[in-house]
T-cell receptor, first 116, second 114 residues
Framework: DTGVSQNPRHKITKRGQNVTFRCDPISEHNRLYWYRQTLGQGPEFLTY????????KSRLLSDRFSAERPKGSFSTLEIQRTEQGDSAMYLCASSLEAVATNEKLFFGSGTQLSVL | DQQVKQNSPSLSVQEGRISILNCDYT??????FLWYKKYPAEGPTFLIS?????DKNEDGRFTVFLNKSAKHLSLHIVPSQPGDSAVYFCAASAMFSGNTPLVFGKGTRLSVIA
């Protein structure tokens, strides 16, 4: 039973550089979510996909952020022209579309981004 | 505007005693609530959930209570064990009225002392 996989685990970059993260969800899950977590805060929703369609984006997701999920499998999150305020843990989660009352998100271990 | 609030950043409990973690919410559209546990360097893992049609859900040592009129839920862990030491997040969603993404609280760090 493979869980949600995220790569890389850690990324250090200089301000102004572009970074890309990858998420591989649990194989039968059709929903994929991106969250961001900073120190002392809970995970904050960024965006989610149902299959390959991006259904919702948070206002937290500035124009510098773009997410894709080609073919409805893995997803990438790109941040262009990184800023120090982008430093955070980026969490990916997946779920099976809720058909009952028990939709649960399964999270990956996250990618810790540090912008210097 | 924080829709899910966990007002206690930390809690220390003796091994074997009960741990009670609290959560308040402001959005009356929320109808599905979950608790997640997070260890350092790992993603949150699902612990227990409750829908708004219930006021209690139990799973082993973990029980979640929901008080809709007070917009309050709590997680009880009994007996507490050292392995329960982690950060606990309360999360909520309007699943039945729009299937909104989960909104998380800031978390409560639980320390169970042996």
């Amino acid at each position: 039973d493979t869980g949600v996989s995220q790569n890389p685990r850690h990324k250090i970059t200089k301000r102004g550089q572009n970074v890309t993260f990858r998420c591989d969800p649990i194989s039968e899950h059709n929903r994929l979510y991106w969250y961001r977590q900073t120190l002392g805060q809970g995970p904050e929703f960024l965006t989610y996909f149902q299959n390959e369609a991006q259904l919702e984006k948070s206002r937290l997701l500035s124009d510098r952020f773009s997410a894709e999920r080609p073919k409805g499998s893995f997803s990438t999150l790109e941040i262009q022209r990184t800023e120090q305020g982008d430093s955070a843990m980026y969490l990916c989660a997946s779920s099976l579309e809720a058909v009952a009352t028990n939709e649960k998100l399964f999270f990956g271990s996250g990618t810790q981004l540090s912008v210097l | 505007d924080q829709q899910v609030k966990q007002n206690s950043p930390s809690l220390s409990v003796q091994e074997g005693r009960i741990s009670i973690l609290n959560c308040d919410y402001t959005n009356s559209m929320f109808d599905y609530f979950l608790w997640y546990k997070k260890y350092p360097a790992e993603g949150p893992t699902f612990l227990i959930s409750i829908s708004s049609i219930k006021d209690k859900n139990e799973d082993g040592r973990f029980t979640v209570f929901l008080n809709k009129s007070a917009k309050h839920l709590s997680l009880h862990i009994v007996p507490s064990q050292p392995g329960d030491s982690a950060v606990y997040f309360c999360a909520a969603s309007a699943m039945f009225s729009g299937n909104t993404p989960l909104v998380f609280g800031k978390g409560t760090r639980l320390s169970v002392i042996a």
